[in-house]
């Protein structure tokens, strides 16, 4: 089954869009995995348990992984999550970007090392640079178009013929990316007027919607604002602000009660 | 030592441009070394060892080892280049690119796991993304300008108020993220002409450039496009043309013949 398949299924299953960010950061851990050789492991795993029913997608940030050597655990992770929610969207958030060759091994890293559904990437090098992920049958291809970060606008708003370049960058890959069909695009949840015209430009294409909670975008704003017609079209990233809720024993049970929330939240402004 | 402090040491000790990218590719390996668990560390230890002294840097590729799951290898290559050749300028070829707690990470990886003296990332993101890495003491910064990709004119060169997307990220790197003295651009040799607007832009900022050998691009044009007033300011990057002369047991030899052709190449026009 494709990405997007897979997706369109996830959000019937669970009746949710909700995405939870897997950034384990060991300085906010619980005090009992913080010193744990495998406590990132851990914690991610009792976490995917806890909200597996409450949302669409994971996704683990690989950053967070790599800074300690952890890629053993973020392999454990993806495992996990593929043999014990199958139905679940594996989302590996990377940030890729390389020329042909090089663009070619990461493409193996995320689809075939950690076996995910679908890879987050970066248009900087051109088309060229995306079409290792683009061309792997059945995997996504996520590409930055408007981040949810503070400087998002420093280069991805200049207007190139009047028109913001993550405009540009939406259009190609409305026409030129998704031939496949499962393309699709990370625009943060704290710009919802840019959100709103990437999905008047994108028809039903899935858009990757991080910076609710912890970054302050609000739910009702991003999901009015990029919505489809039918009400769903959403991944929307939710990761602090449900992943340390409480730094006891009961951490999980806390990310349930906040992945519960934020997923009616969403819900409730999707039709 | 800061990066370009000991980046000019090494122009001058080695009096050579050429940086060696180590790209270790397991289908191209020495026969001897394809079997071989650890081929990829001994095959890039031993090209190191060979061409020492024929570099101003290396400049492993990450995607090569986390495709198949070689960071340890990465890390003893690292390692040896920092303990047998200090004097060496050692580059991450990362490409890079998130929001700010992740670009935490993402520097934390180059910086402290990999102990890198420079990482190469993407400017997509803006300037908040790429904070963490300027802000580090002495470690150098290397943003993607024009890549040597055929595609990078796609979005690179895109005309923002009359000019192209490539000289508003040289501008922005001169005037904005120099601050340290520690920030580089990537400019294709693929490239001569954007290559040598680049140089006016950013005065003596060292640009690091791909694209000889293998990707076609011309070893006069490029340094004549890209050197300084005083014949400096360029780490040109071989890759495939070092690595893979020969492929038998001769390989690391093989390598060094080429590193001092190529060496003595652009020496000749880089005064």
Not at 73 to 100: E, F, M, N, S
Not at 118 to 126: D, S
Not at 209 to 218: F, R, T
């Amino acid at each position: 089954m494709g990405f997007t398949s897979k997706l369109t299924s996830a959000w019937a299953t669970n009746n949710s869009a909700l995405c939870v960010g897997l950034d384990p950061d060991i300085s906010k851990l619980p005090a009992h995995l913080k010193a744990d050789p495998l406590g990132i492991q851990k914690f991610c795993i009792d976490i995917v348990d806890a909200t597996a029913d409450t949302v669409c997608a994971f996704k683990p940030q690989i950053a967070y992984f790599a800074a300690v050597g952890a890629e053993a655990q973020l392999q454990a992770v993806c495992d996990h999550i593929r043999t014990q929610h199958p139905h679940i969207v594996l989302i590996l958030d990377a940030k890729r970007g390389d020329i042909g060759d090089t663009a070619t091994l990461y493409a193996r890293e995320a689809f075939e090392r950690y076996q995910a559904d679908a890879v987050t990437v970066n248009p900087y090098l051109g088309t060229d640079s995306l079409e290792p992920f683009l061309r792997t049958p059945d995997k996504g291809t996520i590409v930055l178009c408007r981040t949810s970060n503070p400087g998002s606008a420093e280069f991805q708003s200049q207007l190139i013929n009047n028109e913001p370049l993550y405009k540009v960058i939406a259009r190609t890959a409305a026409t030129k990316w998704n031939t496949i069909g499962d393309c699709a695009l990370v625009v943060g949840a704290t710009y919802p007027t840019e959100l709103a015209e990437v999905r008047s430009i994108v028809g039903d294409m899935p858009l990757l919607v991080p910076g609710i909670g912890a970054q302050g975008g609000d739910i009702q704003a991003a999901v009015t604002a990029g919505r489809t017609a039918n009400g769903t079209g959403l991944i929307i990233n939710s990761s602090r602000a449900v992943l340390y809720t409480s730094n006891g024993t009961d951490f999980a049970q806390a990310a349930r009660t906040v992945a519960l929330t934020t997923r009616d939240a969403i819900r409730k402004f999707s039709n």
